[in-house]
């Protein structure tokens, strides 16, 4: 009995401190004056306000969405065929090249923004919305590709087997078969790209040069001058923004596979 309320209590208090602040942030983006004051003095929702009414947080903001919808897109068009020719063929080079999907992410951020920045400025893709999406791309392929990786390897080989055998060609059986049970493992793959490059700064730092700034380079340049509450109201965005993609996930994406958790078969 105490162990459990021991256990109990440990968890209670885990949770307290990863809300706690987040609770903070949320009050100090509510005071009514340009204060950064917990408890909040007075209420206001002003500075939610600010950041769809001044041009330069909603530019920043209309970047980073635009960003992160294109990095998604295009770490999905690289992970899926990749995961795909791994899962279906079988070449004894497999681990290698899946190796070599999980190094961007594997790589400190500073190495691999300052290894891109020095490719992309002869390119002229550096301060770029499309060049920093490539970027942001490139960096968190990581993930959409071992999401799909997961979803190949609880798909039964025998149905796959059962399409070939009734005469579908390897394009529709990739269609009507393959594609609709990973379609959720894609679906988180973009969510956490997604979320993850709405949020990173360095690569953004780096390849934004200071002419395109994202949500995260424009929060740093306001600490540098100030602190405002409209800071903490970006960040209470930010979290909103990944409990509604997240939940979403929950939602569509098989999230106990995508956790660890295997069916009593496939153990």
Same mark, same amino acid.
């Given at each position: ?46 500075w939610y306000e600010e950041i769809f009414t001044k %041009? ?28 795909? &020719? ?18 961007? &992410?594997?790589?400190? =951020? ?11 400025? =002869? ?5 770029s919305v499309h060049g920093l999406a490539l970027a ?64 990173? &700064?360095?690569? %953004? ?18 600490l540098r001058s100030g602190y405002t509450p409209t800071?903490?109201?970006? %960040? ?27 069916? =009593?078969?496939?153990?």
């Open positions: 009995m105490i162990p459990r309320v021991a256990r109990n209590v440990f968890c209670w208090l885990v949770v307290l401190s990863l809300s706690l602040p987040l609770f903070i942030v949320a009050g100090v983006s509510l005071n009514q004056k340009k204060l950064m004051f917990f408890p909040p003095r007075g209420l206001s929702m002003r %041009s330069a947080w909603l530019d920043s903001l209309l970047a980073s969405l635009g960003i992160a919808a294109l990095a998604g897109v295009l770490a999905l068009s690289i992970a899926l065929p990749a995961a795909y &020719f791994l899962w279906r063929y079988r070449v004894f080079y497999a681990k290698l090249l899946f190796s070599i999907g999980l190094m961007p &992410f594997a790589l400190p =951020p500073v190495i691999t923004a300052l290894g891109m920045l020095m490719l992309w400025v =002869p390119l002229g893709l550096a301060a942001h791309g490139i960096f968190l392929v990581t993930l959409p590709l071992v999401m799909i990786s997961l979803g190949l390897e609880s798909i039964d080989r025998e149905i796959v087997e059962a399409a070939e055998t009734m005469g579908a060609s390897p394009s529709r059986t990739f269609s009507t078969v393959i594609l609709p049970m990973v379609v959720p493992y894609m679906f988180a793959g973009y969510a956490f790209v997604f979320v993850i490059s709405m949020n990173e &700064f360095i690569i %953004s730092f780096f390849i934004g040069q200071f002419s395109l700034a994202t949500l995260p380079v424009k929060i740093f340049s306001q800071i903490a109201s970006v %960040s209470v965005l930010f979290i909103l923004l990944a409990v509604v993609v997240f939940s979403l996930v929950a939602r569509f994406g098989d999230l106990p596979r995508l956790l660890g958790a295997w069916t =009593p078969k496939e153990r």
